[in-house]
């Protein structure tokens, strides 16, 4: 096994930033790179050393070093944390001292992937640690964790060992039997197996849940121009982050910010008003609105009270029909007009009224926004999944798990009946990291950040 280095810490300036080294070579690249013999360094014991470029005899930095010695490591092999001043060009330099003493550059994740390698936790914590370090809000962070301690494998675990128990029945008969399984003992298996893919299909349910609070919301603010998208989209951000006129077409290009409403993170966008334009730069941000629309979790119509329900307002309603969306009539501090009140009165109950230069009803419409998102066949507190690899083997074990009570009602012999329970099985085991093959691995830790 070779010795990988990586930076440790976000790029750019802090107070400390880490380079981590792991592999047979740590202790020793350790020894050459700084003034102290490698003696000195002792299994979870921090040194304050200068770390030395060994041609040249400069000293580059004062760093504090921990040795983590094999197995009682994050990777489970040699580990050498050098803690410098966090300056972009002191970590290079050290960075490619490393590599000149025989480290290599860590491919993204590879820490992670020997962790998992030595033992030191399974997949599934492997990738509660990548979306912990990814979580955008305090909820998802916590989901993290709780994987990360072992959540999702406990879970999963009484579910493997009824399967097993099932496959070790039915391997016996195909074995000591001559004769059919008796009717009685068939019934007991198919119970058990459709107790277990009801299980697999309910776990897989909190995905919804779960990749609402891990991924969040797209959500797009689309009207023709002037209606006030852009002032909406700055009362909910809280501060004045896009340009607002009177005049009509001030927004062109399209702004994206991050926000969180009630635990989930959305993604706001603020679009060009949408209209017929003969100007090409305005024309182009049209087209980008009309995209992002396709491409959101939630479009939300905004109308102008004021102004009155005009033949644009009429197309773009038409045009966001099949999408999910969300009927809001802004400017209501001046009052409304009564073409909007008559077009808005026959879904009045889903229509959000606010005024963006106010404030008034916005956390009306903030919950008009997410309430909808959150399912209600989730118990508060529950684990989540939040992985779409975990939600997919979940619902093919179930599927696998189905079909193998269907052949076994059909009296299909038991050979052909594991089958399917064999598949399971693997599937239940893919999502831990049992049975994952190599490449497999190589996909999901590729999703990983260089140095983690
Ligand atoms: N009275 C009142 N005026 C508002 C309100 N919201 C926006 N305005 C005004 O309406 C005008 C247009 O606002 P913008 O937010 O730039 O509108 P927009 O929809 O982003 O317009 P485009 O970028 O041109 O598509 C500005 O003069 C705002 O001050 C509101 O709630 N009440
Ligand atoms: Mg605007």
Same mark, same amino acid.
């Given at each position: 096994m070779d010795t990988i280095v990586a930076l440790a810490t976000p790029v750019g300036r802090s107070g400390i930033g880490v380079v981590r080294l792991s592999g047979p070579g740590s202790l020793a690249i350790a020894g050459v790179l700084t003034d102290r013999n490698e003696s000195v360094f002792n299994p979870r014991r921090s040194v304050l050393a200068k770390v030395i470029d060994? #041609?040249? %005899? *400069? $000293? !580059?930095d004062e760093a504090v070093i921990t040795y983590f010695k094999s197995p009682r490591s994050f990777t489970g092999e040699d580990v050498i944390e050098l803690a410098c001043h966090g300056s972009p060009v002191i970590l290079r330099q050290v960075i490619d001292l490393c590599l000149k003493s025989g480290a290599r550059m860590a491919d993204p994740g590879e820490f992670s992937l020997r962790a998992l390698a030595n033992g030191r936790m399974n997949l599934s914590q492997a990738e509660a640690i990548r979306d912990l370090i990814d979580s955008q809000t305090v909820a998802a962070a916590r989901q993290s964790v709780r994987q990360l301690e072992g959540e999702l494998s406990n879970s999963l675990q009484p579910l493997k060992d009824d399967l097993l128990d099932v496959i070790v029945v039915l391997e016996s008969s195909l074995e000591? #039997? *001559? +004769? +059919? !399984?008796?009717e009685k003992q068939t019934e007991q298996i198919r119970t058990r197996l459709a107790g277990i893919a009801r299980r697999a299909r309910e776990f897989a349910a909190t995905f919804r849940a779960g990749r609402l609070l891990r991924e969040g919301l797209k959500v797009a603010l689309v009207g023709r121009?002037? #209606? %006030?998208k852009s002032s909406l989209f700055n009362a909910l951000l809280g501060h004045e982050r896009a340009i607002v006129t009177?005049?009509? %077409? $001030? $927004?062109r290009d399209q702004l994206h910010e991050k926000l969180v409403i009630g635990n989930i993170p959305i993604s706001l966008i603020d679009t060009a008003g949408l209209r017929e334009t003969d100007d090409t730069v305005e024309s182009i941000g049209v087209e980008r609105s009309r995209l992002t629309m396709a491409d959101a979790d939630l479009v939300i119509l905004l109308l102008d009270a004021t102004v009155g329900f005009t033949a644009e307002d009429e197309e773009i309603w038409k045009s966001i029909e099949p999408l999910n969306h969300l009927i809001v009539v802004n400017k209501i501090d001046l009052g409304i007009s009564n073409e909007v009140e008559t077009k808005i009165a026959v879904h009045k109950s889903d229509v959000v009224m606010v005024s963006a230069k106010t404030g008034e009803n916005l956390d009306g419409l903030e919950h008009a926004i997410v309430d909808p998102f959150h399912a209600d066949d989730v118990e508060p507190g529950s684990f989540l999944i939040s992985d779409a690899r975990h939600f997919d083997l979940l619902e093919r074990t179930a599927d696998e798990i189905e079909s193998s009570i269907i052949l076994l009602d059909q009296k299909m012999s038991e050979e052909i009946v594991l089958v399917g329970l064999h598949n399971a099985i693997r599937f239940l085991g893919e999502i831990t990291g049992e049975t994952t093959t190599e490449d497999m691995l190589t996909r999901i830790f590729s999703t990983f950040c260089i140095g983690k």
């Amino acid at each position: 096994m070779d010795t990988i280095v990586a930076l440790a810490t976000p790029v750019g300036r802090s107070g400390i930033g880490v380079v981590r080294l792991s592999g047979p070579g740590s202790l020793a690249i350790a020894g050459v790179l700084t003034d102290r013999n490698e003696s000195v360094f002792n299994p979870r014991r921090s040194v304050l050393a200068k770390v030395i470029d060994p #041609v040249s %005899g *400069e $000293t !580059l930095d004062e760093a504090v070093i921990t040795y983590f010695k094999s197995p009682r490591s994050f990777t489970g092999e040699d580990v050498i944390e050098l803690a410098c001043h966090g300056s972009p060009v002191i970590l290079r330099q050290v960075i490619d001292l490393c590599l000149k003493s025989g480290a290599r550059m860590a491919d993204p994740g590879e820490f992670s992937l020997r962790a998992l390698a030595n033992g030191r936790m399974n997949l599934s914590q492997a990738e509660a640690i990548r979306d912990l370090i990814d979580s955008q809000t305090v909820a998802a962070a916590r989901q993290s964790v709780r994987q990360l301690e072992g959540e999702l494998s406990n879970s999963l675990q009484p579910l493997k060992d009824d399967l097993l128990d099932v496959i070790v029945v039915l391997e016996s008969s195909l074995e000591f #039997v *001559e +004769d +059919d !399984l008796p009717e009685k003992q068939t019934e007991q298996i198919r119970t058990r197996l459709a107790g277990i893919a009801r299980r697999a299909r309910e776990f897989a349910a909190t995905f919804r849940a779960g990749r609402l609070l891990r991924e969040g919301l797209k959500v797009a603010l689309v009207g023709r121009p002037n #209606v %006030g998208k852009s002032s909406l989209f700055n009362a909910l951000l809280g501060h004045e982050r896009a340009i607002v006129t009177e005049i009509p %077409g $001030t $927004t062109r290009d399209q702004l994206h910010e991050k926000l969180v409403i009630g635990n989930i993170p959305i993604s706001l966008i603020d679009t060009a008003g949408l209209r017929e334009t003969d100007d090409t730069v305005e024309s182009i941000g049209v087209e980008r609105s009309r995209l992002t629309m396709a491409d959101a979790d939630l479009v939300i119509l905004l109308l102008d009270a004021t102004v009155g329900f005009t033949a644009e307002d009429e197309e773009i309603w038409k045009s966001i029909e099949p999408l999910n969306h969300l009927i809001v009539v802004n400017k209501i501090d001046l009052g409304i007009s009564n073409e909007v009140e008559t077009k808005i009165a026959v879904h009045k109950s889903d229509v959000v009224m606010v005024s963006a230069k106010t404030g008034e009803n916005l956390d009306g419409l903030e919950h008009a926004i997410v309430d909808p998102f959150h399912a209600d066949d989730v118990e508060p507190g529950s684990f989540l999944i939040s992985d779409a690899r975990h939600f997919d083997l979940l619902e093919r074990t179930a599927d696998e798990i189905e079909s193998s009570i269907i052949l076994l009602d059909q009296k299909m012999s038991e050979e052909i009946v594991l089958v399917g329970l064999h598949n399971a099985i693997r599937f239940l085991g893919e999502i831990t990291g049992e049975t994952t093959t190599e490449d497999m691995l190589t996909r999901i830790f590729s999703t990983f950040c260089i140095g983690k």
